[in-house]
């Protein structure tokens, strides 16, 4: 993928979108051009927005999310004089040439667990700890979309208000890297989070140890994972028929799982689990007084005892702070979005996870770097001030092929590792599971309201006085 494509002049640093060059410590511009060719995108003809152009500018969008896109094209590149900037149309089109695939290709070809033996918080016994769940984002109500993903349903209200996608994320603990992500609209039979995750299964290894909630308890799920070695650590519902085959020296003991009644009964096809029941004592906790139960293929009580085995579930909610990260504060609800994401068309909208999920390794692998050089856990720096850092400096970053880069990027590291959170352990605190927005009280948005019909009078055609 050749630049001289482009009809853009290229800047000091040979790039045609000059200002991008930090991304690079990340993502280089050879993995770019791989991906492009992998998918078989190129450009046989000459034209300002080539895809690999347009392609910088969309992982752009993963960072600078709270620009409309022809802004993020002007942050991109330094001012020309006279130099005219594309229209948002052409952008657009732009993005709808490039596709999906290239966006995908490099997420495969990038994204990859960062953290090693000596990262804290990332290991267990050896293991890595992995987390998986789902989330949902509500994407722009264009017809487009709602073909393509459909409405919730809101039982005799009628349908929801947007078309959502599900995402089901897998995510390195210690680091909150999103190692891999399945996304289905919600009107699909299996869009469900059990349906989704037979398709991130492929990314498991047997040194991982992978923490899930109840939601995903399944025969089939479990059975699918301890075929490919990995450890498990589940919540199970307190009604799950466990009976004690062996009981262990930490109070917790051997059973198994069986696929059906009818297998229970013949002792047949079973699957060896260690379960661990426990309550808590505290009335201030969510759960007080109620029955945990825990699954896990972790058997010898020795190496890894229950206490340590519930504490270490908790690491599970480290998932929930990566969708924070994303939703929240990567890419905030302002009021020029309504939706939690910006595209008009379900290709557009896939493409864009992808960029978002870049976009938050970028910040993730940089924050990795940057507590490594002092020997920090990742959990103890901000990501909310590391994405700030990164959105000031990236337009600052000197060509990587200077002698002064070597300074500036140990200087850059230096400021993130600086940028702490405000406790050296996490705070002892809970929330309670309750909602603090009711219903409104305007009438429900259905489908005759979508879209408006064209006005065929002017305001002042419409009045008609009264005596």
């Not at 993995?31 to 752009?60: H, K, M, N, P, Y």
């Not at 990262?119 to 890595?128: S, V």
């Not at 910040?363 to 940057?370: E, L």
């Not at 200077?402 to 050296?424: C, K, M, N, Q, V």
Request: proline residues 6%.
């Amino acid at each position: 993928m050749d630049e001289e494509l482009c009809l853009l002049p290229a800047g000091e640093s040979g790039r045609v979108l000059d200002r991008l060059l930090l991304l690079e410590q990340v993502i280089g511009p050879e993995q770019v051009r791989q991906a492009l060719e992998d998918t078989g995108c190129f450009d046989s003809r000459r034209c300002r927005l080539t895809r690999e152009v347009i392609f910088w500018v969309i992982l752009a969008m993963g960072l600078l999310t709270d620009l409309p896109i022809r802004q993020v094209y002007k942050y991109a590149r330094r001012l020309r004089p006279a130099e005219p900037t594309p229209g948002r149309s052409a952008l657009c089109l732009a993005r709808q040439r490039l596709g999906l695939a290239p966006v995908r290709r490099l997420f495969e070809r990038i994204v990859r667990v960062l953290a090693t033996p000596l990262t804290p918080g990332a290991f267990y016994k050896g293991w890595r700890l992995m987390a998986m769940d789902g989330t949902v984002y509500n994407v722009p109500d264009s017809p487009a979309n709602a073909a393509a993903f459909g409405r919730p349903s809101a039982g005799p209200r009628g349908d929801g208000a947007f078309p959502q996608i599900r995402k089901l994320s897998l995510v390195e603990v210690g680091t909150h890297v999103e190692v891999a992500f399945v996304a289905k609209g919600i009107k699909e039979k299996d869009c469900g989070e059990q349906r989704l995750a037979p398709g991130l299964f492929r990314h498991l290894r047997s040194d991982m140890l992978l923490v899930w909630d109840r939601g995903f308890f399944s025969y089939l799920l479990w059975q699918g994972i301890a075929t490919r070695g990995c450890q498990l650590l589940a919540r199970a519902g307190s009604h799950l028929l466990l009976p004690v085959r062996r009981e262990l020296c930490d109070g917790s003991y051997l059973s198994e799982l069986y696929r059906s009644d009818t297998d229970r009964r013949n002792d047949r096809h079973g699957l060896v689990v260690r379960v661990i029941r426990y309550t808590l004592n505290d009335p201030q906790r969510v759960g007080h007084g109620q029955e945990h139960v825990l699954l896990t293929t972790l058997l010898d009580a020795e190496r890894c005892p229950a206490k340590e085995l519930v504490i270490l579930y908790h690491e599970r909610w480290e998932i929930e702070l990566v969708f924070d990260e994303q939703k929240t504060h990567q890419n905030p609800w302002r009021v020029t979005k309504s939706a939690d994401l910006r595209s008009q068309t379900p290709i557009g909208v896939l493409q864009e996870l992808y960029a978002l999920s870049l976009g938050h390794f970028v910040v993730r692998s940089t924050m990795a770097a940057a507590a490594a050089t002092e020997g920090l856990d990742p959990d103890r720096l901000s990501f909310v001030g590391c994405l700030q850092i990164l959105r000031c400096r990236l337009p600052e970053c000197p060509d990587p092929a200077s002698g002064s880069f070597a300074t500036w990027y140990a200087a850059l590291l230096g400021e993130i590792s600086r940028e702490r959170t405000d406790d050296e352990t996490r705070r002892n605190r809970i929330n309670p599971r309750v909602v603090k927005v009711k219903m409104s009280k305007f009438k429900k948005k259905r489908p005759e309201h979508r879209p408006v019909p064209p006005l065929t009078k002017t305001f002042v055609e419409s009045i008609v006085m009264l005596r």
